[in-house]
């Protein structure tokens, strides 16, 4: 099992980014994708998650509004889109495969995203 996520983004504020997330060894459909983030000195932030097989997602309060999950079934891509971005949003995004009550299994190698003017 993989996941492998886009390269590093740098945006200004007030723009937008989305991160890519691409699984592989197993059946996408078949497991969740959350998405959680790590901005510097802080510890881990959950953002939400999507399940594949219908494109139900679940967003955390914080990110409501601003935030998209969607997925690529066809090409078992998993991505997040973030809007309106500011200074805070600066951090390491991960996707990560939820098996269902239990700690996520795999994680992708994280996303640098960068909010400076």
């Known amino acids: 099992v993989q996941l492998v996520q886009s390269g590093a983004e740098l945006r200004n504020p007030g723009t937008s980014v989305k991160v890519s997330c691409k699984a592989s060894?197993?059946?996408?459909?078949?497991?969740?994708i959350d998405w959680v983030r790590q901005a510097p000195g802080q510890g881990l932030e959950w953002m939400g998650r999507?399940?594949?097989?219908?494109?139900?997602?679940k967003y955390a309060q914080k990110f409501q509004g601003r935030v998209t999950f969607t997925v690529d079934t066809s090409t078992s891509t998993a991505y997040v889109e973030l809007s309106s971005l500011r200074s805070e949003d600066t951090a390491v995004y991960y996707c990560?495969?939820?098996?269902?009550?239990?700690?996520?299994?795999?994680w992708g190698q994280g996303t640098q995203v960068t909010v400076s003017s």
């Open positions: 990560a495969r939820n098996p269902f009550a239990a700690p996520y299994d795999y």
């Open positions: 060894g197993y059946t996408f459909t078949s497991k969740y």
């Open positions: 999507i399940d594949p097989e219908d494109g139900g997602t």
